[in-house]
């Protein structure tokens, strides 16, 4: 299954405090997607119809980390206390 990543809409972010990154949670035609963009630039990527996390690379993960810089502007952003748990991925 080949993911449009450019047609997600994220809806919104999540910062965690004590972290390295962000959550950003969008959807594609109803299905819901989330990324995880981390300082140090690597990037993963759930969707929920696949059921598993995996690492974006590349071209793919430069235009995802720009587009949360961007929606960061434009989208609700919820900061949060504490880390980003890594079980899973």
Do not use: T
Not at 39 to 60: A, C, P, T
């Amino acid at each position: 299954m080949s993911i449009d990543y450019a047609g997600i809409k994220i809806d919104h972010l999540v910062e965690y405090s004590d972290d390295i990154g962000y959550l950003a949670i969008g959807r594609q035609g109803g299905v819901m997607c989330i990324f995880r963009v981390e300082n140090n630039d690597r990037v993963y990527f759930f969707h929920s119809q696949k059921g598993f996390w995996r690492e974006i690379l590349d071209g793919e993960r430069q235009m995802l980390i720009s587009r949360v810089l961007v929606d960061r502007c434009s989208v609700p952003v919820f900061h949060v206390s504490g880390r980003m748990n890594q079980e899973g991925i």
